[in-house]
Structures are given as C-alpha cells and as structure tokens.
C-alpha cells in the first residue's frame, strides 16, 4: 500500500513508511519555524488526525478537498520545502547514516512543488518564502551570491 497525494492531474505516490518519515521530519521542522497561530492551529490538526487514525499512512490525499484553503496550501509548500533543507542539513532524522536522505530530500521538494502549485491555481506567481530564499536574499544583499 502506499499514500498518493494529488492535485488535479498530478499526484506523488510514496510509500507508508517514507509517508511516515516525512511527516515526522515535517513536523520537527514545523516546531522550529515561526509560525502564525491559525498555521500552527493546522499543523496540530493534522498531527491529531494522525494520532486519532482519522488520518493514515496508505491514505489518498487530494489537495483540493483536504488542503482547500490557500493558506493551507502555502503553509505545507513552505514546510515541506523547510523540511528538504532540515534533511540536507542533517537537522532532522537518523544521522548514523545518510542512504536515505537523498530520497527524502527529493519527496520533500516533490510534496512543497505540487503544493506550490495548488496555491497558484487561486493566486498566480505565488511562491513560499522558504528559508532557502530568506538565505539566498541576504547572501545577495552582503555581495556573497
């Protein structure tokens, strides 16, 4: 079995236990990041689903009809994104070894691209203000990039 999450004609298949690893990489990340309240209040009703079994790895996700909100749509791009950066800075999961990370890394930016352009679909030319960005904006600003 494995969990698909989809928007319109795109969709991301991973299996349970990647499903379940991103998660939990997520929502380290998402305890580190500066959050609003309404988007912590998202983060927290997703992590009770889970804890409640009324969301589960081999689950099928759609985009439109769980994430229907924008903002939803643009906090789990940003997180997702967050979290690929979290892996390859080793921040998040098993550091004994590194065989999964490229992986990891990879369904992270699959998950924040296909969110990304979910909140496109309402607003055009959005993009999250990732830490990646943030970092890139004060490199080129100090003369660095």
Same mark, same amino acid.
Not at 16 to 22: G, I, Q, V, Y
């Given at each position: 079995?494995?969990?698909? *999450?989809?928007?319109? /004609?795109?969709? *991301?298949?991973?299996?349970?236990?990647?499903?379940?690893?991103?998660? !939990?990489?997520?929502?380290a990340s998402a305890d580190v990041a500066s959050l609003t309240s309404a988007e912590a209040q998202e983060v927290h009703r997703f992590e009770e689903g889970l804890e409640s079994g009324q969301i589960f790895p081999g689950?099928?996700?759609? *985009? !439109? /009809?769980?994430?229907?909100?924008?903002?939803?749509?643009?906090?789990w791009a940003r997180l997702f994104a967050d979290t690929a950066r979290a892996i390859f800075r080793r921040e998040v999961g098993a550091q004994s070894n590194t065989c999964w990370q490229a992986r990891a890394i990879t369904q992270a930016m699959q998950l @924040?691209?296909?969110?990304?352009?979910?909140?496109?679909? @309402?607003?055009?030319g959005w993009y999250p203000q990732t830490k990646d960005q943030i970092e890139r904006a004060g490199l080129s600003k100090s003369?660095?990039?």
């Open positions: 079995m494995a969990t698909v *999450i989809s928007f319109g /004609e795109r969709h *991301i298949q991973l299996s349970n236990r990647h499903f379940s690893n991103l998660l !939990e990489f997520t929502f689950q099928c996700f759609e *985009i !439109e /009809e769980d994430f229907p909100a924008t903002d939803q749509q643009k906090l @924040s691209d296909l969110f990304v352009h979910a909140a496109q679909h @309402s607003e055009k003369g660095a990039c």
